[in-house]
């Protein structure tokens, strides 16, 4: 079955420390996107990549990095810098263009110990 | 930057009954897309329904409809013969057609079904 893979569903982060959430994707689609989601919030864009080896800032990208070397594959990482990274986190992909809507995952909590 | 406003923070309605969930939205564009999406407690995001600007008829979802207000950027759910499963966050979202396809969401409305 086609679709979109976090991992993993739950992830504790120290202090001082970088840690990285996993996407991955087997519907071909184009492009792919990273959220974040806060307590009884919407979701607000990370970053997102509309091909291969090129991605664009979101809304608040300060304290994350992201890379897209495959099509299928967009990684998050929450640095250290990031001082409040304990959130709800969705890894979405769509094909670009008209109304083809966003797929979504099924998210990595993160949580700070 | 465009914005989206979803002025209910929660709703209710009893099983069976319809409920109208709001959105307004906040742009200078004329070719937009529009969304509504289901969180249910999984956590998981559905996509509902979707409406494209330049089309003029609502659109339609089996139980779940839209009335797409353009010139008032007015963009509201109605969920008819409510069922327990649809007690989840709704939220609206916007694209704009030169946008490299990111989405806007609003702050979303929890509905609660009763039986």
């Known amino acids: 079955d086609g679709g979109i893979t976090q991992s993993p569903k739950y992830l504790f982060r120290k202090e001082g420390q970088n840690v990285t959430l996993s996407c991955e994707q087997n519907?071909?689609?184009?492009?792919m996107y990273w959220y974040r989601q806060d307590p009884g919030q919407g979701l607000r864009l990370i970053y997102y990549?509309?091909?291969?080896?090129?991605?664009q800032k979101g809304d608040i990208a300060e304290g994350y990095s992201v890379s897209r070397e495959k099509k299928e594959s967009f990684p998050l990482t929450v640095t250290s810098a990031q001082k409040n990274p304990t959130a709800f986190y969705l890894c979405?992909?769509?094909?670009?263009?008209?109304?083809?809507?966003?797929?979504f995952g099924d998210g990595t909590r993160l949580s700070i110990l | 930057a465009q914005t989206v406003t979803q002025s209910q923070p929660e709703m209710s309605v009893q099983e069976a009954e319809t409920v109208t969930l709001s959105c307004t939205y906040d742009t200078s564009e004329s070719d937009y897309y529009l969304f509504w999406y289901k969180q249910p407690p999984s956590r998981q995001m559905i996509l509902v329904i979707r409406q494209e600007a330049y089309k003029q008829q609502n659109a339609t979802e089996n139980r779940f409809s839209v009335n797409f207000q353009k010139a008032a950027k007015s963009f509201s759910l109605k969920i008819s013969d409510s069922q327990l499963g649809d007690a989840a966050m709704y939220f609206c979202?916007?694209?704009?057609?030169?946008?490299?396809?990111?989405?806007?969401f609003g702050e979303g409305t929890q509905l609660t079904v009763n039986p």
């Open positions: 979202a916007y694209r704009e057609e030169t946008s490299g396809s990111r989405l806007t």
């Open positions: 990549s509309q091909i291969v080896n090129d991605f």
């Open positions: 979405a992909s769509a094909f670009t263009g008209g109304s083809q809507p966003q797929h």
């Open positions: 519907l071909n689609h184009d492009a």
